[in-house]
């Protein structure tokens, strides 16, 4: 039971390009905030594919004596945290298999829908599962298909439901495929005498890259024989790019369908402050790090004072991996601490992305309060959440979601704001104007069949 919303993965490939794991490296190093659990490479030298992956940060699994052991210029990388599946090493990726038709390597982010009942299909086809991963699904389905790679790959898309960018390596190729939904983004760029493609595009402009195309909903990307080559393999596509992606897990220096992330977060900001006209307070706060694009917006559009109101200490472990409630709470005051001289006797407005069990942002007031803060009112750049997410992000039950069964004016209460104010779903889709977004967690309304995952909405 998490307080915060986890991004379950992020890929990043290198084509053609010399020493690919160097730059994969530092691919996933900079798509870090989309999972710290685990970490890996598959590089192919144009005749084997070498892995190395592990759990924890990618700093911490690629040393320098490692990553000199991944020779190759094609790669594929990946940085995990678990949601489908557990937290096995063997569901760390990327997934291999050697076979005698050749070795495959398969990283992914999302979450595929209709996984349990491919997974029992495949098994009673005779298929062996070493982990619990959808992402093992996926690469049984390919290597299952008859035809080319190209072939395979499209016909395993075409039987996969829900949140899936996902990349293929073999000996000589790499393919990039994005779900018909466009739920998760993808984006590819040329660099040097190659390509490189990348969960978001914050991992290219520490290249200097700074022109990208994304793919398109339904589309597969062959990087083979030096040529990139487009193949959409439905027509059924709807546009449904996660919304949490720009309120929280994108980096805001990302660009996501053509919008960047920070200018987003600027405008949800600004829209919350338009509905606060007359509110009196003092200074504007945000909470450290995905909010304070956000509390900009808030400021420049009130005309109230941006502050520095909170400090968030880096160098602390994630609050979820304490176990109890007694050392959550400490965990969260290590984490975040009030900038007491800043915020005392003060009326503060404490913007936040979102709020999922709301315990973290009853912690943050009373912080705030406890430093003498006169009043505390906390707007949030992002609707209610009312619905579990099966996309790809770990809210996979309505128990953990404090806006499935409270409105607005009890959640006020139980986390001692003195006031409280949400964006709605229509204000959210007013910024992002033509792209197409999906909200089902704010309006239970899902762009796929959830299949088993539809039990979870009846309980
Ligand atoms: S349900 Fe919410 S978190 Fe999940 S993909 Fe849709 S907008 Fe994103």
């Known amino acids: 039971m998490f307080d915060e919303l986890h991004e379950e993965c992020g890929v990043f490939g290198a084509y053609r390009i010399e020493n690919a794991s160097s730059i994969t490296y530092y691919g996933l190093h900079s798509l870090q905030h989309r999972g710290q659990e685990a970490s890996g490479m598959a590089v192919c030298d144009g005749k084997e594919i070498h892995v190395q992956k592990g759990k924890g940060l990618t700093v911490d699994v690629f040393r320098k004596d490692k990553l000199n052991q991944l020779e190759g210029d094609l790669a594929i990388g990946h940085v995990r945290y678990s949601t489908a599946g557990g937290q096995e090493n063997e569901n760390i990726q990327p997934i291999v298999s050697k076979g005698h038709l050749g070795s495959l390597a398969v990283a992914h982010n999302g979450q595929i829908v209709n996984e349990k009942e491919l997974r029992l299909e495949l098994e009673n086809q005779g298929a062996i599962f070493q982990g619990t991963s959808d992402s093992e699904v996926l690469l049984h389905l390919i290597q299952k298909e008859k035809g080319t790679l190209l072939e395979k790959v499209i016909k395993t898309a075409r039987r996969l439901e829900g949140a899936f960018s996902f990349l293929v390596l073999d000996e000589d190729s790499i393919y990039a495929v994005r779900d018909r939904h466009g739920l998760r983004p993808l984006s ?178 009373r912080l705030l309060k406890e430093a003498g803060a006169k009043a505390v009112h906390v707007r949030i750049a992002s609707p209610v959440i009312t619905h579990p997410c099966f996309y790809g992000v770990d809210t996979s039950t309505k128990e953990e979601l404090i806006g499935a069964h409270m409105n607005k004016d009890e959640i006020e209460k139980y986390i001692e704001a003195d006031s409280l104010q949400y964006m709605e779903v229509e204000e959210l889709k007013q910024v992002a104007k033509e792209i197409g977004l999906c909200v089902a967690c704010f309006n239970g309304d899902y762009c796929t069949p959830l299949y088993s995952y539809q039990k979870v909405l009846e309980k």
């Open 188 to 365: 590819y760029a040329a660099f040097k005498d190659g390509y490189v493609i990348s969960s978001e595009t914050c991992a290219f402009e520490v290249m200097g890259i700074y022109d990208s195309t994304d793919l398109k909903p339904g589309e597969v990307v062959e990087f083979k024989k030096g040529l990139v080559k487009k193949y959409q393999y439905t027509q059924d596509i709807t546009h449904h790019m996660c919304a949490m992606e720009y309120i929280y897990f994108a980096r805001p220096d990302s660009v996501v369908e053509g919008i960047n992330v920070h200018a987003f977060r600027k405008k949800t900001g600004a829209v919350l402050a338009k509905k606060d006209v007359g509110l009196e307070a003092d200074i504007v706060i945000g909470v450290p790090d995905s909010s304070l694009s956000a509390a900009i917006g808030y400021a420049e559009a009130s005309g109230i004072p941006l502050e520095t109101g909170l400090y968030k200490n880096r160098y602390v472990g994630r609050t979820f991996i304490q176990p109890t409630q007694a050392m959550r709470d400490r965990g969260v005051r290590m984490k975040l601490s009030p900038v007491t001289s800043v915020v005392k006797g003060k009326s503060v407005v404490m913007i936040d992305d979102s709020i999922v069990r709301g315990t973290t942002s009853r912690r943050i007031v």
